[in-house]
């Protein structure tokens, strides 16, 4: 575990394993304390700034661009500064690009199975393009066997399910399928955690909370082409066209998120690991993490993760004991060496390991300690 000085007491940071909310670096929470109060030199805080000053429109501009470095994100596509989060996403989405028509979705767990179900509210159609709900979400469905519709607004699918612990390796290539339907990806829970290959792409959304920075913030990055098709019945806030040409300050946008999200920007585009930067570092950094991880589980005759190796998430392990009347002892004694937060979903239970980029190589040898003498004693 980890010790500071916060030159007032001293204490302890945990190794947190939350899903979302979740770890942010302790550099960066610093400085946001220290921009709490005072950003700058100007004498107010982030918080009481309007959105309209040229305080706050720097912090904007900075974290837009900073943004665009990072993730790589093409000219064509506008980053958008939404609120309503990755469920309010699931109706926004379909108010926006589906023209009330019909929308193909890839079920490949949770997340992408409630999509399905909110944007059937606003639909013609939401249909099943390819589900993998009969083998228990532990894998996904080859992109060969889909089936895609000839009339489809676009293809939702979820890059990364939290829950269940499933990653597409690869976004999917569908006008390779022969497809020209814009791919719609939920990428709440692994955005920023690996390079994306835009020209796949019509739409990616995410909440903040996981790789970004704080809920309370969603980003939506959308083609140019894609804008100005809302129905009617959108509300003004979320109508994509609105939020771009407005710079996302239509209305008030989550202004302190923005700020933070900026913070976290500059924060990985400084990692490093050996010759690489930014993302493709987060990436290293991430997959030797999960595969040390996933090694510890899948040695041990005590723990299992039944998720198809080669679809499993770098970002949410989840892990089932033995004897799930062993759970409360697990999490008792993890906590009481600092690692929090690993409780499974309650829809799925067991425990889960949430690696995000702000967790630390540190954390994840802990956790793996921890698997082992828990084993060792109680096993
Ligand atoms: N999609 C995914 C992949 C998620 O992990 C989550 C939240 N865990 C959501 C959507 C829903 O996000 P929110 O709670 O911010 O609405």
Redesign the pocket.
């Known amino acids: 575990m980890n010790h500071m000085n916060t030159g007032l007491v001293a204490w302890r940071r945990p190794f947190n394993f939350s ?2 909310p979740s770890v942010l670096p302790e550099e960066v929470l610093r400085q946001a304390a220290n921009d709490m109060l005072d950003w700058n030199g100007c004498g107010m805080g982030v918080m009481e700034m309007s959105h309209r000053s040229n305080e706050f429109i720097s912090i904007y501009e900075q974290a837009v661009s900073d943004l665009r470095t990072l993730l790589e994100v093409p000219d064509e596509f506008h980053i958008l500064f939404l609120q309503g ?4 996403e699931n109706a926004i989405a379909p108010l926006n690009l589906s023209q009330a028509g019909v929308v193909d979705f890839v079920l490949t767990g949770s ?1 992408s199975k409630k999509s399905r179900s909110e944007a059937g509210k606003y639909v013609h159609a939401a249909r099943v393009a390819a589900s993998s709900e009969p083998a228990g979400f532990t894998d996904i469905p080859s992109a060969s066997a889909w089936r895609v519709s000839t009339d489809a607004a676009y293809v939702h699918i ?1 890059s ?3 829950i269940e612990g499933v990653q597409f390796p690869e976004l999917p290539d569908l006008a390779a399928l022969g497809s020209r339907a814009p791919l719609v990806v ?1 990428c ?2 692994d955005i920023a955690s690996r390079p994306l290959d835009w020209s796949r792409v019509g739409m990616v959304f995410a ?1 903040a ?1 996981k790789n970004l920075g704080p ?1 309370g913030l969603t980003l939506v990055f959308v083609r140019e082409e894609l804008l100005g098709r809302a129905l009617s019945i959108c509300p003004s806030a979320f109508d994509y066209e609105l939020v771009a040409r407005h710079q996302s300050m239509y209305n008030t946008p989550p202004t302190w998120g923005i700020y933070l999200v900026g913070l976290m920007a500059q924060w990985m585009l400084r990692q490093r690991e050996g010759h690489l930067t930014g993302v493709p570092a987060l990436r290293a950094r991430n997959e030797r993490q999960a595969s040390k991880l996933y090694a510890a589980i899948d040695a041990s005759g005590l723990y299992e993760n039944k998720v198809q190796p080669a679809v499993r998430s770098r970002m949410n392990v989840p892990f089932f004991l033995a004897d799930e009347r062993r759970e409360t002892a697990f999490l008792d004694g993890a906590a009481q060496r600092g690692l929090l937060q690993l409780r499974g979903h309650s829809s799925v239970g067991g425990m889960r390991a949430s690696l995000y980029n702000a967790m630390t190589d540190e954390g994840v040898d802990a956790l793996v300690a921890y698997l082992r003498d828990f084993e060792r004693r109680e096993g």
């Open positions: 899903p979302g989060g990755g469920i309010g997340w979820c990364n399910e939290t939920d709440s829970s909440g909370q809920a």
